[in-house]
């Protein structure tokens, strides 16, 4: 009997107002089972390292994949969160028979595939697909934090916080806000007018 290769895939970083979005895609091993896998936003930081490093010495394959900056002002963030995904599972070196999608839209790819509404809390491999793209974006955005200081990106990592927001105002978007997002789409409006 062939044994059906099921591969879970998560994407992080649509609501940000700053870098890329990251996806993940996990084909987990049943032999080698990890405990703890649950939504990486349900998860503390120091949780979720020590599950990234168990998921990537475990997994049968996993990949992690992004649409920049560019790709998201130019397709849109769902279009381009979908691309990351689909890069992710393309990634992969083991081919999936079937994928497990986080949420309620699938990329246009190949593959037998479901979404799975809040899958990220009920699939092993979706919620390892989570916690690979979040470990790996939260750390991308303490490196551009010394690229760009003053935004405060190792603190919220590109969301709308009160800080970012204020930050934004007074030193303008960087090379890697989101410039088709309102808040910051609403600030190049205002400096265009001076």
Known sequence: MTVRIMAGVDEVGRGPLAGDVVAAAVILDSKKPI??????????????????????D??????VARASVDEIERLNILHASLLAMKRAVEGLHVEPHHVLVDGNRLPQWRYSSEAVVQGDASVAAISAASILAKVTRDREMCILDEVYPG?????????????????????????IHRRCYAPV???IAQISLF
């Open 35 to 56: 405990a703890g896998l649950a939504d990486s936003k349900k998860l503390s930081e120091k949780k979720r390292e020590q599950l990234f490093e168990e998921i990537r």
């Open 58 to 63: 475990r997994a049968i394959a996993f990949c």
């Open 151 to 175: 935004y405060g990106f190792a603190l919220h990592k590109g969301y709308p916080t009160k800080h970012h927001l204020a930050a934004l105002q007074s030193m303008g978007p960087s090379p």
């Open 185 to 187: 789409r609403e600030l």
